[in-house]
């Protein structure tokens, strides 16, 4: 089999700074020690690139390895998993994995959804969104009772997806003027966000705290959704 | 509601036996603690069938429990606190809950035979990109075509019909989904071939005709006995649908 040019292995991220889709996937090729090229894209003016590489959902992020292109962050990180075995972020046992993959999914689609409703919602509609946020966090705070962290003594692929939680809707409550998270409904969450931040590869990989919320302030306004 | 007979499975469990169950909810904490596999599902389900399909190309027994979805056993509540939702699948008393999750997890604990996923993790990767898109556009299209009416329907039925042509561009001139093989893309999506009858009476479309390299896939796959054990009749969906309609005020 002819050799590999160094070009061929090379591990291509189309992301943008401020996402948290973008960011766990840093996560989790920083965690493996993958060396990658990272690419800013513009959403709001999207590239050629980015059409091409990702045609039905057109968005970031798109891990291109080899050449091939893999969009959708969950996606990503379970192909990030099975390519570099160093490291692990997915537990080795079966219905562990599926349960790992359960949380994964409850963050994305259900708590995702419900903060994004509490940041743009306003009077009774709000309320029903943090409530809801909170019923559903109140899962999370269980499963750690006892752990450092989702994945255990490690980072996992819970907690990779999670720091949506830590880094986008806990540190921005001041900015939404209501607190979602409070610490002495989620003491848990709270002691794993503390654990989570002084976690070496995760203070690499998140956005620096003034410019994410200078530009989450901007959005804001952007939007013409009030901020504290 | 009136569940018509599951599948042929190990233990055939009718509305009635299920009633005996509730009564006798010791032995089933019992059984669910035992070494066997318990699957907690709705016969109409188009994901029920993907663990169904499933656990029959592995050829692994399990004990089928027929839900109501509008009277929701204990058990059920118990297995999935957070959704409450079928399928469930129970293995050694653990629950697991989604079905795509299920499919990946029959697929590492019973690796040996039918392999669902490839080996390949490029290969599973697009697998998986594929069997999330039908997860995200089939069932939301397509319920809103039989739940809602007037311009929201047609909307509905544009973009159910948008996105099966946009799988069945995917699936292209391959026998299956999985290239070589069937497996879990095809696994994903069989189900819904058995509410195409819906789609098609309440969307005013024609699946066949707009789509008929995916109808030739879907038969293709109902060759296999998993699929068709596991599929009901496309009849039964659609006067279950009928039924329902009538309880919602839609007809």
């Known amino acids: ?228 | 509601m009136s569940a018509s007979s599951p599948p042929d499975t190990q233990v055939k469990t009718t509305s009635e036996s299920s009633r005996e169950i509730y009564s006798e909810l010791d032995q089933e904490s019992n059984l669910a603690m035992t070494e066997e596999v318990i699957l907690l599902d709705f016969w109409a389900s188009m994901y029920g069938m993907r663990t169904r399909i499933a656990l029959a190309e592995k050829r692994v027994k399990y004990h089928y429990r027929e839900e109501d979805l509008w009277n929701k056993s204990s058990l059920l509540l118990q297995m999935n606190p957070v959704h409450k939702k079928i399928p469930v699948l129970i293995h050694n008393g653990k629950p697991l809950c989604e079905s795509l999750f299920q499919l990946e997890y029959i697929d590492e604990t019973w690796p040996e035979e039918n392999p669902l996923l490839p080996s390949d993790p490029y290969k599973r990767a697009r697998a998986k990109f594929w069997a999330d898109i039908i997860d995200k556009k089939v069932n939301v299209a397509g319920r809103r075509i039989w739940t809602t009416k007037g311009e929201e329907k047609e909307e509905a039925s544009k973009e159910l019909i948008e996105i099966l042509k946009t799988l069945e561009s995917e699936l292209g001139d391959k026998d299956y989904f999985g290239e070589e093989t069937f497996g879990y893309v095809d696994i994903a999506l069989i189900g819904f071939y058995s509410w195409f009858g819906v789609y098609d009476k309440y969307g005013n479309i024609n699946i066949e005709s707009e789509c008929p390299k995916l109808i030739a896939w879907a038969k293709r796959c109902l060759q296999r006995e998993s699929v068709a054990k596991a599929l009901p009749e496309s009849e039964k969906i659609t006067t279950f649908i009928s039924e329902r309609r009538k309880k919602l005020e839609l007809e």
Not at chain 1, 15 to 20: C, K, L, N, Y
């Open chain 1, 1 to 228: 089999m002819a050799e590999r040019s160094e070009d061929s292995e090379e591990v291509k991220l189309l992301g943008m700074w401020a996402s948290p889709f973008s960011r766990r996937i840093e996560i989790a090729l920083t965690l493996k020690g993958v060396p990658y090229e990272f690419s800013e894209q513009d959403i709001t003016n999207k590239s050629d690139l980015l059409l091409r590489l990702n045609p039905v959902y057109k968005m970031i992020p798109v891990l291109v390895h080899n050449g091939k292109p893999i969009s959708e962050s969950l996606v990503i990180l379970e192909y990030i998993d099975d390519t570099w075995r160093n490291n692990p972020i997915l537990p080795q046992d079966p219905s562990e994995r599926a349960m790992a993959r359960f949380w994964a999914k409850l963050i994305d689609q259900q708590i995702c959804v419900a903060a994004m409703k509490v940041a743009g919602t306003i009077g009774e509609e709000r309320d029903a969104a943090v409530e809801e946020t909170r019923n559903l966090l109140m899962f999370l705070e269980k499963e750690l009772v006892g752990k450092d962290f989702f994945g255990g003594q490690s980072l996992g692929l819970v907690d990779i997806v999670a720091t949506l939680v830590a880094f986008w809707l806990i540190r921005t409550e001041d900015l939404l003027g209501v607190k979602v998270v409070p610490v002495e409904k989620f003491p848990e969450i709270h002691r794993w966000v503390k654990n989570l931040s002084g976690n070496d590869v995760i203070k690499k990989c998140i956005p620096p705290e003034d410019e994410h919320l200078e530009y989450i302030r901007a959005r804001m306004d952007k939007l013409n959704i009030k901020s504290a």
